[in-house]
């Protein structure tokens, strides 16, 4: 608990209610109250934001207002999610089907990240990269039918690079 008597971690409550299936309205509504005004005041921590959006989708609320504020703390902190916060992120944009640019947010922060293989194309680099979670996105965003072509064009030239390379590497 925060000096002013506000709970400084939202997230950890949200996600323990959305873990607990809680779906008790004067709960849910009371902790969108609470959320929207430590949002409003604050700027949050990438993993904050990702937890925030998983509860949410679990606990199925939406809201339109608390959706635009969050992405918009999204769009100015992406580059900051680890790849378990992107997908995290993702499932839960995709679950919500929200209405703001999120989905392109954080497919093109994905492929920003699958393109340095593509220069670089070592195994060890998708390693490093957590390939396996940002193809997480990749499936998230095409079975909600929300998959653009830039983030599966980017996928698909790295697995040809990568297999290539694997290809190499067992003939040598």
Same mark, same amino acid.
């Not at 992405?71 to 992120?89: G, H, K, P």
């Given at each position: 608990?925060?000096?002013?008597?506000?709970?400084?971690?939202?997230?950890?409550?949200?996600?323990?209610? @959305?873990?607990?299936?809680?779906? !008790?309205?004067?709960?849910?509504?009371? @902790?969108?109250?609470?959320?929207?005004?430590?949002?409003?005041?604050?700027?949050?921590?990438?993993?904050?934001?990702?937890?925030?959006?998983?509860?949410?989708?679990?606990?199925?609320?939406?809201?339109?207002?608390?959706?635009?504020?969050?992405?918009?703390?999204?769009?100015?902190?992406? !580059?900051?999610?680890?790849?378990?916060?992107?997908?995290?992120?993702?499932?839960?944009?995709?679950?919500? @089907?929200?209405?703001?640019?999120?989905?392109?947010?954080?497919?093109?922060?994905?492929?920003?990240?699958?393109?340095?293989?593509?220069?670089?194309?070592?195994?060890?680099?998708?390693?490093?990269?957590?390939?396996?979670?940002?193809?997480?996105?990749?499936?998230?965003?095409?079975?909600?039918?929300?998959?653009?072509?830039?983030?599966?064009?980017?996928?698909?030239?790295?697995?040809?690079?990568?297999?290539?390379?694997?290809?190499?590497?067992?003939?040598?």
């Amino acid at each position: 608990e925060g000096s002013n008597g506000v709970i400084s971690s939202m997230s950890s409550f949200l996600w323990a209610l @959305a873990k607990l299936s809680v779906h !008790e309205p004067e709960v849910l509504h009371a @902790a969108l109250v609470e959320v929207m005004l430590l949002v409003r005041r604050s700027q949050q921590r990438p993993q904050d934001l990702a937890e925030m959006l998983w509860a949410f989708a679990m606990l199925g609320a939406h809201n339109d207002i608390f959706s635009a504020e969050v992405a918009e703390q999204v769009s100015q902190q992406i !580059e900051a999610f680890s790849t378990d916060e992107l997908l995290r992120s993702a499932w839960s944009d995709a679950g919500l @089907a929200l209405t703001i640019p999120s989905h392109s947010m954080i497919q093109e922060e994905v492929a920003s990240r699958l393109r340095p293989m593509l220069s670089q194309g070592s195994l060890e680099v998708a390693v490093k990269t957590r390939v396996q979670e940002l193809m997480g996105v990749l499936q998230v965003y095409a079975f909600s039918e929300h998959l653009h072509s830039r983030l599966l064009a980017t996928v698909q030239e790295v697995m040809q690079q990568q297999g290539a390379e694997l290809d190499g590497s067992f003939c040598q």
